[in-house]
């Protein structure tokens, strides 16, 4: 996550914790070639 947007949120982030994220996932190609997949967040809550 980066941006001004998450900010409040990756402040707060701590390993194990539950998060609820809405987005979408489309594949990313490297300079070599390789792809990923990548997780376009556009909305994430914390979770108690």
Same mark, same amino acid.
């Given at each position: =996550? @980066?941006?001004?947007? $998450?900010?409040? #949120?990756?402040? &707060?982030?701590?390993?194990? =914790?539950? #998060? /609820? !994220?809405q987005? $979408?996932? @489309?594949? /990313?190609?490297?300079?070599?070639?390789? @792809?990923?997949? !990548?997780?376009?967040?556009?909305? !994430?809550?914390? &979770?108690?």
């Amino acid at each position: =996550m @980066s941006g001004q947007h $998450f900010e409040c #949120i990756t402040d &707060k982030l701590q390993a194990g =914790m539950e #998060i /609820q !994220v809405q987005g $979408f996932l @489309s594949t /990313q190609q490297n300079r070599n070639g390789q @792809s990923r997949l !990548v997780l376009h967040a556009e909305n !994430v809550e914390l &979770k108690s």
